[in-house]
């Protein structure tokens, strides 16, 4: 078996799996049904008792899944809870270091089994047979429990903090499970750190009628990204994907930015509903992404893409490796661990190792570059900077989807074909992608509003701007964005693709 054998396989292990998985996605019905019956509970009963209103929803919310993984997660909760109470209580450094070390490898030595185990057994086998050593690959048949890897990590980083006594271990165990298992950001973030979350969850709310409505605006923003942008460009993305040797030269390269583009509607459009939802009960969570694809450098893209997964990165794993404060070999070093690790996170496979290997490269090298020019002014436009970047990441993300490294290489080598004749190549891709004149205007319409409200992100809070204007001018906006799901929205809603992280 190859090691290209052994992902396909995989990938079709999952594909057959998820067919049998049931979520309580944020775009179906069973939330719609959900979300106003716990927003009504959570005001009605008295202060005292709202943590457990949070935390029953919050299981309900993940049951709706799988029921038997309820147990994961309160493993997971009761392991950090009670490590933390052990680390702050020791004195002695070295047993700090037992009690927050074993939670480390309890927690990941779970994450391994769920998400990696049957990957790292293929790629034994296959690296023992290629040296002719007889040997079976043992697989496990187990789902992988949705969100693990972000309430995994969110519990680590909790116990971490307590270790470096940043914040006390939380006594109430009821309410330190609350905030591991927060159903807005449950199963694709952002990753919650303790001195933000637990405190908002713990203390008197008092129902504020601003912070409810602009979560409501910022929930159809969400809505609009995830299911008119993301859903539409995800039937080309996956059209392209399924056979890409079937379609054009033009047809490639469009999805290759199309992919971009859905990646970034479905992941920020669920993080816009998530804050959105959880302003609705007075609570605060991180701002997960600020306009990445107007970023200049790779380096700049990942200080505004999923911002809570990147600091969690570079405060367990980068700084404590040294960071920047080593020498430059050193430091190059660091980068590369870390997406490497970050590349890994994503997904049980070599491809996106590489992808996170290829982003991380980058940032060594536009270091280096920075270094030498660091007192030269940047001649280049910022425009051009932006769509240089625009490109470079695009091209990265063809790693992050494609299945096997030889079907990422073909996207990016032949997406030239027919580019002797532009016209042709551009209209016969388009039409190979079934894409009509008004197919197109509409598409470009809806990449156009994106872009305009990311831009203009980048300065104001354009929510609040709007909520500003006349009475009957922000209501027309309001109106017609709700209109403009209802009109555009694709007959079938894909999955979030950060559900399966």
Known sequence: MTITGFWVNIKKNVEIVNKEEKYMLFNSLQYAFFLPIVFALYWVVPHKRRWFVILLS???????????????????????????????????????KFWVGGVIVISLALLFVFKYFN???????????????????????????VGISFYTFQAIGYTIDVYRGEIPAERHLGKYAAFVSFFPQLVAGPIERTSNLLPQLKEERFFDYGQATYGLKLMAWGYFKKIVIADTLAAYVDKIYGDMHFFSGFARLAVIFFFSIQIYCDFSGYSDIARGTAKLFGVELMENFKSPYFSTSVREFWRRWHISLSTWFRDYVYIPLGGNRVSRL??????????????????????????????????????????????????????VRVIINFIIVSALWVFFRAQRFKDAAYMLVYWYQGL???????????????????????????????????????????????????????WAVYIGLIVLIFLWAPAESAEFIYFDF
């Open 58 to 96: 919050s299981y309900y919310f993940y049951m709706s899944w799988n029921a038997k993984y309820l147990l994961l997660i309160m493993f997971i909760t009761g392991i950090s809870y009670a490590g933390a109470i052990l680390v702050e209580r020791e004195k002695k450094i070295a047993k700090k």
């Open 119 to 145: 990957f790292v057994s293929g790629l034994i086998v296959t690296l023992l047979h290629m040296a002719s050593i007889p040997a079976s690959e043992i697989v496990l048949s187990l789902l992988l429990p």
């Open 330 to 383: 050193r430091n190059a070093v660091n980068i590369m661990i870390t997406f490497l690790l970050s590349g890994l996170w994503h997904g049980a496979s070599l491809t996106f190792v590489a992808w996170g290997g290829l982003h991380g490269g980058m940032q060594v090298l536009e270091k280096q570059v920075d270094a030498r020019k660091k007192e030269k002014k940047h001649k280049i436009p910022y425009a």
């Open 420 to 474: 002797n004749n532009p016209v042709r190549w551009v209209v016969g891709g388009f039409g190979n992608l079934g894409i009509g004149a008004m197919t197109a205007v509409k598409l470009l319409l809806m990449i156009l509003l994106l872009a305009v409200f990311d831009y203009i992100s980048l300065k104001k809070d354009v929510i609040a701007c709007i909520g500003k204007w006349k009475l009957p001018c922000r």
